[in-house]
Nanobody
Framework: EVQLVESGGGLVQAGGSLRLSCAAS????????IGWFRQASGKEREGVSC????????YYADFVKGRFTISMDNAKNVVYLQMNSLKPEDTAVYYC???????????????WGQGTQVTVSS
């Protein structure tokens, strides 16, 4: 069973930072791509970032490039999203997800966590 659990969301002032975590249960991230997505109230879900479990390649949406960093701690089996220089428009529920074993960051995502709320105030 594939289970993903996000944590680390909360309230932060514009310009501040948060680090989100995505932990896996009963499996490891080896050869699993992990993507971060977000969905603001009343808006569609959008991709934020992804890290490849096979070679560690990372990808970022244009609207977060230079501000957010995705990383993986293989020892702890946790993927992080470090978010710096946060803006009010970053306010959303953030989800981690995986396309599954052996898939790429650009494959359809089948498994999702429950999300963690990030709120950025002006």
């Amino acid at each position: 069973e594939v289970q993903l659990v996000e944590s680390g969301g909360g309230l932060v002032q514009a310009g501040g930072s948060l680090r989100l975590s995505c932990a896996a249960s009963r499996w490891t991230f080896d050869d699993y791509p992990i993507g971060w997505f977000r969905q603001a109230s009343g808006k569609e879900r959008e991709g934020v970032s992804c890290i490849s479990g096979s070679d560690g390649s990372t990808y970022y949406a244009d609207f977060v490039k230079g501000r957010f960093t995705i990383s993986m701690d293989n020892a702890k089996n946790v993927v992080y999203l470090q978010m710096n220089s946060l803006k009010p428009e970053d306010t959303a529920v953030y989800y981690c997800a995986t396309a599954g074993y052996g898939r790429s960051c650009f494959s359809p995502y089948e498994y999702w966590g429950q999300g963690t709320q990030v709120t950025v105030s002006s």
